[in-house]
Structures are given as structure tokens and as C-alpha cells.
């Protein structure tokens, strides 16, 4: 899959062309972009970072601190597929520039059948629980020209700006560069490329910060603001959490784990629950699905009258966290109470990891929880999710994204400064599969309905 985009700047065309990933030719390049392209939580950029999204929340991903120019950067790391290897059907297409062939660009994209999570009411044929979704991650343009004969070919031309500074021409190429229309073509190729695999609409994510992004898909590709799930983040101490007596926390095996999904979030009441949940729940990277419950509460054990249920994701093989842009005097307290939990352990001393250097994170999924104890017993959860996690170094942080309307947000332990609400999804209506989804009503259209109950969010695209 290739094709050539032209471009015309200072009136001299110029090529632009997208083709497929090559691991062995291109992965160095697109690493090395990757790591040019962090954008903060808050939409701060680090480095002259260009459009991008949630990973996101690109997601670099990114989550904004509460405090002004506190930022939380997420790179990827190892596979890069990871993010959509999971789907049937999964790309990377890159984009390069000029005669050189430089990779300038790089966007992922996957199909899924996730549910709606709405009845049809009106359809004259049998309902679909599952619609075939295109989700875009992972967009990332060069922010700057690194070709040295190119800018001395500018310089030359004085085409864009005075001749006083090497370094004015550098970044006045690099404003130049960004606007070659890379960003536009990436996005059409790779819906495209979805809509030719039959999915009936495409999503994306970033934040609501970030101007750039939802300018070029809200305004540019009419996706439409679609849901806005909360991210909840709590960092993870070197001493163990205690767990009340009361609370018994069972341990489920896949299989079981799958059949209590199934009761508990059917296709009907619950948003983008992945149709291969059960896959899902038997991956290597879940670390398991854990049930909490009363000690000897209700007459019935297969009934509890209260229970809380989630699923733990190690995500430090994939991702790499830093908290960038936090002043001086933050930095030092959150030292000085490190060494001080190092050398009195005994006083049991809540000291946060080091958070301004790369660190890993494992993802809660399937939260949920019922009954007048359901909050406690899912406090109780991810007090014993954090004990699994102190064991690995790499982790430093629990995070969970869950929907905005969610009962169980308001249950989940979660610092304000490793927390937001910034994230948006964004969805289209892919014309040419319109009705893929079976749907014979225009008002049926999913882009247009109110939200769900429940919002999964799958950890593999996090």
C-alpha cells in the first residue's frame, strides 16, 4: 500500500509518500520520532511535538496535571505493534518526504468488533451486539526537518525569513515542514485502509487541550466529540496496603472470569467492550482478574449481596511514564520524604517513586462493583491490585480510564495530580460502510446516541 501526496510550498512541489510499515527498514526511524513527538497530558509540548493523539493519550498519551506545566509524557516502547497487534486486521503506515526518503510520519490503525452497547428498537432484522470498529492511534508528525541540505537550501532562498540566526532559519524550516498537509494524508490512507476491511466507523482519541489534533480531526475529517472518560492514577509506595478482614479477595481463572463478564457487562448496557474479551482475560500481560467479597456475607456463595470485580494489565513492557515540567521545591520534598521512608521504614512514610524519571504502570480494567458494600469491596481490590504491584520495580503507578457517569470512578483510590478528565474519543460515520453494522435507521446512528451505561476501555490501546 503506497501512494504520493503533493505538496507545493514556495511553489515548488514536493513529494509525500505513505506507504506501509518495514520493520527492518523503518523501525529506527519511527523510534526515533516517537521520542521526538511527546506531548504533555495537558497538550504541553516536549520538544517541538506536532499533531498527535491520546496516546495518546499517544495515548504519547498524556494526562494533564493540576498545577501548570506539570505534565505526564507516555512513550512507547518495544513492539511496535503492540498497540494493534491484538486486532485481526492491523497497519502502520508511514509517511516520507522528499527525495531523501526520510520517515516524517507515522499513524496506527486496527479494526475491532466492539459492542454499542444500544438495542435496536426499529431494525426489521436480527439484532447485532457487535459492530466492526477502526480506531486510529499512534499519529505523530516530525516537528522539525533534520536534512541539513534542505535547510541550507532554504537559507539559501531566503524564502521564510532573515539570514541573522542558523538557528531562526532551523525552526522557521521546521514551521514550514509541518505544513506539507503529512498529518492529512496519514489520516485519509489509514481510513481508508479501514473503511476497504468493512468498519462501519472509526475513533479516535487525544485531549481536549489539544488544539492541534482536534483541529485536524473534528475540523478537517468531521469527527464528532464522542465520549470523555476520566483517567485515574495513583502512585504505588514502597510499604504494603492493608486489606480489612472482612473483605476476601478470590483470584479468578480465565475461563470463570470470562462467564462473570458476560453476566456482568453485556453487549447491550456496556460501550467498546471488545468482542474478544475472552482473549483478552488469558492474555500473558493480564495479570489476572480478582473478585472481592464478604467473609461469610449472604446465604447463597454464588450470590453474594455485595461484590466488587476488576482485571490487572501490566503495561511496563509497553509503556514508559515521566512527569515532566514540576518545579524545584516539589521535587525535592518528594526526595527528601523517599529517603526518609528508606531509612525509617518503620514510620510507614507514604513516599511517592520517583516519578520524574521513566517508570511503568499497570492498567485496571473491567471495574466494577454492586451492592450497598460494592464501594468498600472495590477499594479493597485495588488496595490488593497495589500489593501485586510493589512487587516490580518497574511499577510505579495504577491507572484506571473509566466512564465519566461510572459509579465505580467515584470508588477508585486516585491522587488529583496523577488524575484528569482531559481525554476525549472522537468518532466518524465511515460513509462507505455505513450500514455495515446492520443498522437500517438513520436515526440509529451510533455517532449520535446518548452514552451507555458502562465504557470499557481496553487496555491493549491504552
Not at 523517599?338 to 514510620?347: E, G, K, S, Y
Not at 503507578?397 to 470512578?409: I, N
Not at 465511515?430 to 458502562?454: I, M
Request: with cysteine; glycine share 6%; hydrophobic share 40%.
Amino acid at each position: 500500500m503506497g501512494g504520493m501526496h503533493e505538496a507545493e510550498p514556495a511553489g515548488k512541489k514536493m513529494l509525500v509518500r505513505v506507504r506501509e510499515f518495514d520493520v527492518g527498514r523503518d523501525l529506527r526511524a519511527v523510534e526515533e520520532l516517537e521520542r521526538r513527538c511527546q506531548v504533555g497530558l495537558s497538550g504541553d509540548q516536549d520538544d517541538d511535538a506536532a499533531v498527535e493523539d491520546k496516546g495518546s493519550a499517544q495515548k504519547k498519551k498524556t494526562r494533564s496535571s493540576k498545577k501548570k506545566g506539570m505534565s505526564l509524557y507516555v512513550e512507547q516502547i518495544g513492539d511496535p505493534f503492540s498497540r494493534v497487534r491484538h486486532a485481526p486486521d492491523h497497519v502502520i503506515l508511514v509517511a516520507e518526504y522528499g527525495e531523501e526518503e526520510e520517515v516524517v510520519g507515522v499513524i496506527k490503525a486496527c479494526t475491532r468488533m466492539v459492542s454499542r452497547g444500544k438495542k435496536k428498537k426499529h431494525s426489521s432484522k436480527q439484532q447485532c451486539q457487535f459492530v466492526k470498529v477502526a480506531c486510529l492511534l499512534g499519529l505523530r508528525v516530525s516537528p522539525s526537518h533534520r536534512c541539513r541540505r534542505h535547510i541550507a537550501r532554504a537559507m539559501r532562498a531566503n524564502a521564510m525569513c532573515d539570514r541573522q540566526c542558523t538557528d531562526r532559519h532551523i525552526d522557521c524550516f521546521a514551521t514550514y515542514y509541518r505544513r506539507l498537509g503529512i498529518a492529512t494524508e496519514l489520516v485519509r490512507r489509514a481510513e481508508s485502509w479501514c473503511a476497504a476491511r468493512g468498519a462501519a466507523y472509526a475513533t479516535m482519541a487525544t485531549t481536549a487541550s489539544n488544539a492541534a489534533s482536534l483541529s485536524l480531526f473534528a475540523g478537517r475529517f468531521a469527527y464528532a466529540p464522542f465520549r470523555r472518560p476520566v483517567f485515574l492514577g495513583h502512585p504505588v509506595h514502597r510499604h504494603r496496603a492493608r486489606v480489612p478482614r472482612a473483605h476476601r479477595v478470590l483470584r479468578l481463572p480465565p475461563p470463570l472470569a470470562a462467564a462473570a463478564y458476560a453476566a456482568l457487562l453485556p453487549p447491550a448496557a456496556a460501550e467498546f467492550l471488545p468482542a474478544d474479551l475472552p482473549a483478552l482475560l488469558a492474555h500473558k500481560l493480564t495479570l489476572g482478574t480478582y473478585l472481592a467479597v464478604e467473609r461469610g456475607g449472604g446465604e447463597d456463595p454464588s450470590r453474594p449481596p455485595s461484590f466488587a470485580m476488576l482485571s490487572v494489565w501490566d503495561a511496563t513492557r509497553s509503556l514508559r511514564l515521566r512527569v515532566g515540567g514540576a518545579p524545584a521545591l516539589l521535587r525535592a520534598s518528594l526526595a527528601a520524604a523517599r529517603a526518609l521512608d528508606r531509612h525509617a521504614p518503620w514510620l510507614q512514610v507514604p513516599s511517592v517513586p520517583d516519578i520524574f524519571r521513566p517508570f511503568g504502570t499497570y492498567l485496571l480494567y473491567g471495574v466494577r462493583m454492586s451492592g450497598p458494600e460494592g464501594p468498600a469491596l472495590l477499594r479493597s481490590l485495588c488496595r490488593h491490585a497495589h500489593n501485586v504491584a510493589r512487587k516490580n520495580p518497574a511499577c510505579a503507578v495504577l491507572a484506571a480510564d473509566l466512564g465519566p457517569e461510572d459509579p465505580a470512578a467515584a470508588a477508585v483510590p486516585h491522587w488529583p495530580r496523577f488524575s484528569c478528565d482531559e481525554d476525549v474519543w472522537c468518532i466518524k460515520k465511515l460513509a462507505a460502510n455505513g450500514n455495515a453494522d446492520g443498522d437500517d435507521k438513520e436515526d440509529d446512528d451510533w455517532t449520535t446516541s446518548p452514552p451507555a451505561g458502562l465504557l470499557f476501555v481496553d487496555p491493549r490501546e491504552f
